[in-house]
């Protein structure tokens, strides 16, 4: 029956319309969105090259202010860069200096977008959701 093209293109189960979650826990409202703390100092850059250190990416955005921190999202796996990372400014205005001058700018070879970076928190849940909003 396993063979049978009739029973491998037959219709789903009404199983599969479930929940999928094995979890006892009430069903999670996402509700209404509400904006986090975020007071606009956290950057979100992309188009970085795998060779990027969190160092170069430091001493990079350090032209334009001072930088609080520096994250560099790296496979955990091969612990290679995925391409993307969060710098945090000291200051709102070296925020705005480091998107207005650094956006599409050359970093080992590769151009580089640099946006704020926005965090999302659903009303009454724990969950969040990352958006990128363009300035």
Do not use: Q, W
Not at 15 to 37: I, K, L, V
Not at 50 to 74: N, P
Not at 96 to 124: D, H, M, P, Q, W
Request: charged fraction near 35%.
């Amino acid at each position: 029956m396993a063979d049978s093209p009739r029973r491998r293109y037959a219709s789903p189960s009404p199983r599969r319309y479930r929940s999928r979650s094995r979890s006892r826990s009430p069903a999670r409202d996402y509700g209404e969105r509400t904006e986090a703390n975020n007071p606009g100092n956290n950057l979100y850059v992309t188009g970085l090259s795998t060779r990027v250190t969190e160092k170069d990416l430091e001493d990079h955005f350090a032209v334009e202010g001072k930088v609080m921190e520096c994250r560099l999202v790296v496979d955990p796996r091969t612990r290679e860069s995925r391409g993307f990372g969060f710098v945090t400014m000291d200051s709102l205005e070296d925020a705005e200096r480091c998107i207005k001058y650094l956006n599409r700018s050359i970093l080992e070879g590769r151009v580089i977008t640099v946006e704020k970076k926005f965090r999302l928190n659903y009303a009454g849940s724990e969950a969040a959701v990352c958006l990128t909003i363009s300035t």
